[in-house]
């Protein structure tokens, strides 16, 4: 076993937004929210400068207008898709992705803590 990617069960991480900096309210029993930091906006966007560099020219020498994306309507999902444009298209600054009527590509409609059906009929979750 390689014991450095063993987790330190000793080792208590605080769960709270206010501890980890990224709290919206006052509400100190406030939980962590999923959201994109700086970091990973631009790891993002690095591996859309990787896909610009290694796809067909035909896909990628389309217009700004012929060009759209979805994305889910929350902060971390249109982030993560604004960066990966942006590395992808440099040029077309006004690409944002479209959020309006776009469904979940996983658990549509379904609370995000539910069992997966379709696991839980072939024997898993």
Known sequence: MMKQ????????LPLSAY????????????IVSPKLTKHGF?????????????LYDEFLNVTCQETFA??????????????FLSGLYPSCKELVPITKETELLFEQGQDPTADCPVCSKAGGF
């Open 70 to 83: 979805y994305a889910d309507n929350n902060q971390r999902d249109n982030l993560t898709a604004l960066a």
């Open 19 to 30: 501890a980890w900096g990224t709290s919206e309210t006052e509400d100190p029993t406030e």
């Open 5 to 12: 990617y063993v987790r330190n069960p000793n080792l208590d």
């Open 42 to 54: 631009n790891v993002v966007k690095r591996m859309g400068e990787y896909f610009r560099d290694h």
